[in-house]
């Protein structure tokens, strides 16, 4: 499914950033620091320059009014605005700092606020320069500073181990908070990005199954009317003089209705194979699901039904699951593919195995989570689709479990030694259990049809 791959080519989070989540975080700021001005000045009575930092915390208030008449709020900013935005905001904090007895006002902590927020929306880039800015700048406040002096003329300083502990403190809170606000947002994005593809997948197959209903609905529809074209134009041929320029046009009418009548014959049969799989043996929809992935060089062994397996309603994600886990079998197998079946009264097993190299150990506790690899410069010629990110088998596993399923992988062999066993079931296997009673059996073993109308009614 290329496109569903072609999703995930660009920076998904190059224009998440709204503007107006930055400027209300900035008013936040901006009353947060008025506030804490105020309650200096007029409860604990110490000599601020009330001058410079009203010029400073005004930096703020002239920024956000700007951007509000300039740019609309639901504007969303590039990597390079929203970085600028974050930057400035540290600088502004940290400058304001700087009049405020820099390291030793309490609130320097906050100087890691702007780097969280990169961490969260920007690139491992921009967040790095933000934190080296404030890493930065923190460590000059360590050194230039107004300092806090009481209104008896005390001057207010914490002992130098303690300076030095609040610097260390800071920065390592910048780099751990950050490091982990980044990699928890990651791995949401990265969830939603898996998520979509898979919402795209399934809406794709919901797509092919209501087409075909649709196309032997037309099918029939067309089938009368065409049926009388052909009628007619074969009596005016019979009638019209050999070699009139109406018989020409008649026969041309007439090879036109045969033709038709072939085209919506191919695509009746797709619908009408459609409507009677609604429900389906397990040996016909294992059979479906592996169609296109027969003539691909690989042999691919399935089961043949039987009187008393299970009949399951053909539901779109339960094809679609099976489907990608034999896609993925063929793609790594050396020669064959086997899918077998088991039920019980309890239980209902699919097994899909291959003679390929297996799961390596080190993805083997991963599998089914998406982008369990980075992109690689180069496809991989095998599945060029999902270019070996692991976003195929979690689509499968999603579908598959929505059906009520769970699926373990191993590898037919231990210890694992990279080598293929051609003709051996050996390589890597995919087990799908569903608990019997189980949602996707139909109720009745034969699916109810609508009844034939009689010709001319």
């Not at 609309?72 to 390079?80: I, K």
């Not at 399951?312 to 064959?336: C, K, M, W, Y």
Request: aromatic share 6%.
């Amino acid at each position: 499914m290329p496109d569903t791959a072609d999703l995930f080519s660009k920076n998904p989070g190059r224009h998440w950033v709204r503007l107006e989540t930055l400027t209300i975080l900035r008013w936040v700021a901006v009353v947060g620091q008025a506030g804490a001005i105020a309650v200096a000045l007029w409860i604990f009575r110490l000599q601020i320059e009330l001058g410079f930092a009203a010029v400073v915390v005004g930096l703020s208030i002239i920024a956000n009014i700007v951007i509000h008449f300039i740019f609309p709020a639901t504007r969303r900013l590039n990597e390079r605005e929203a970085a600028l935005m974050l930057l400035f905001d540290t600088l502004q904090l940290c400058l304001l700092l700087m009049l405020t007895g820099g390291l030793n006002n309490p609130f320097a902590v906050l100087v890691a606020a702007p780097v969280t927020v990169s961490a969260t929306a920007l690139s491992m880039r921009s967040t790095v320069t933000i934190g080296a800015a404030a890493i930065g700048m923190t460590s000059l406040m360590a050194f230039v500073h107004l300092p806090l002096v009481t209104q008896g003329g005390d001057i207010l300083r914490l002992p130098e181990v303690f300076l030095f502990g609040m610097w260390a403190a800071i920065v390592v809170a910048i780099g751990f908070i950050a490091g982990y606000a980044r990699q928890v947002a990651k791995e949401s994005q990265t969830m939603s990005q898996a998520l979509l593809a898979t919402q795209m997948a399934l809406a794709r197959e919901q797509k092919l199954t209501d087409l075909g209903g649709v196309v032997a609905a037309a099918a029939h529809e067309l089938g009368t009317p065409l049926a009388t074209i052909k009628l007619v134009s074969s009596e005016m041929v019979r009638e019209l003089p050999e070699g009139s320029e109406l018989r020409e046009d008649a026969e041309l009418l007439r090879d036109q209705a045969d033709r038709c009548r072939d085209i919506l014959r191919s695509m009746g049969q797709t619908g009408k194979d459609d409507l009677h799989l609604r429900q389906a043996p397990l040996s016909a929809l294992i059979a479906e699901a592996a169609a296109p992935h027969l003539s691909r060089g690989k042999t691919v062994v399935l089961e043949p039904g039987t009187e008393d397996e299970p009949v399951l309603l053909r539901q779109p994600e339960l094809v679609h699951g099976l489907r990608n886990l034999i896609q993925n079998a063929v793609d790594f197998a050396s020669t064959t593919v086997w899918v077998d079946t088991i039920w019980t009264e309890t239980s209902l097993t699919v097994h899909i195995v291959d003679d390929g190299t297996g799961y390596p150990p080190t993805l083997l506790s991963r599998i089914g989570d998406p982008f369990i690899r980075r992109r690689r410069t180069t496809p991989d010629a095998r599945r060029p689709e999902y270019e070996g990110m692991g976003l195929g088998l979690f689509i499968a596993k999603t579908l598959l479990e929505r059906t009520g399923a769970e699926l373990t992988f191993a590898n037919g062999r231990d210890p694992y030694d990279g080598e293929p066993r051609p003709g051996l079931r050996e390589g890597a296997i995919v087990e799908v259990v569903w608990p019997r009673p189980s949602p996707i059996e139909a109720a009745t073993r034969n699916p109810v049809l609508p009844e034939n109308q009689r010709f001319g009614a």
